[in-house]
């Protein structure tokens, strides 16, 4: 969506991350989901809020790059290949991102990084986010989500002895209702400002705010099964889009 008026709000960029090489799920991001490249749904969110002067994906694959057009998405540079491999890390790409919008664009003041695989990311989440970011003493806003049991009681399994203990045995007999409520961070997007994205600056601290989301949509799609597991709960969720 490219500005049109003079308006002095705050420019806005969505940077989607997306690289050709996926082992667990062989191209995983542009896999159809549920009747669409997986892809899509995170465009299609993006450009339903209306925030985004700009919806980038960083790519370093051509056929990534041509459906990511095909619903929308720019490609205004290819992802370089050191940014492309296992090691990679999201931060680094979405610099990469914001570092060339400065020298070929403009300066941007808020970045959101959508991830590829989110097909359960809510339109009012990402508005949220917006909303929580507009505060100056907040440099990140996320979605996060409760563990479906207290993390305190969690246990491990020995490996010499195959025998099972608890992480924190001071805990055993602590009553649930007393121990601390645990939340994860849900791995749909992240909001933040350029400058903080830029400096590297840490999303847990007291400078992030939270979204918290329903369980149910935080969804990681990792393996051939959670794929599977994702698109039946989803076409229960959305019968009228899950095909």
């Not at 990469?96 to 020298?103: A, D, F, S, T, V």
């Not at 830029?198 to 007291?206: A, I, R, V």
């Not at 959670?226 to 076409?235: G, M, N, S, V």
Request: net charge neutral; aromatic share 12%; proline share 7%.
């Amino acid at each position: 969506m490219r500005r049109t008026d003079s308006k002095k709000s705050p420019w806005n960029i969505a940077i989607i991350p997306a690289r050709g090489g996926s082992k667990r799920i062989p191209r995983k991001n542009i896999k159809l989901f549920c009747g669409k490249p997986i892809i899509a749904y995170s465009i299609i969110a993006a450009q339903d809020t209306k925030l985004f002067d700009r919806i980038i994906v960083s790519t370093d694959d051509h056929e990534i790059a041509d459906i990511a057009l095909e619903w929308g998405a720019e490609i205004p540079f290819i992802r370089p290949q050191y940014l492309a491999d296992d090691y990679a890390v999201t931060i680094d790409v979405i610099n990469h991102g914001i570092e060339w919008l400065n020298k070929n664009d403009r300066r941007y003041d808020n970045a959101c990084c959508i991830y590829p695989t989110a097909p359960f990311v809510r339109i009012s989440d990402l508005k949220n986010g917006y909303e929580l970011i507009k505060d100056t003493t907040t440099n990140f806003a996320f979605p996060v989500a409760t563990f479906p049991s207290s993390i305190f009681r969690a246990l491990k399994i020995e490996e010499h002895t195959n025998s099972l203990k608890m992480f924190w045995p001071e805990h055993l007999n602590t009553r649930t209702q007393d121990l601390p409520e645990a939340l994860h961070d849900v791995g749909q997007f992240y909001w933040g400002k350029t400058d903080a994205f830029l400096k590297k600056l840490s999303m847990f601290e007291q400078h992030a705010r939270p979204i918290l989301i329903p369980r149910y949509l935080a969804q990681d799609i990792d393996t051939p099964e959670d794929w599977e597991q994702a698109e039946l709960f989803y076409r229960t969720l959305y019968p009228k889009n899950g095909k």
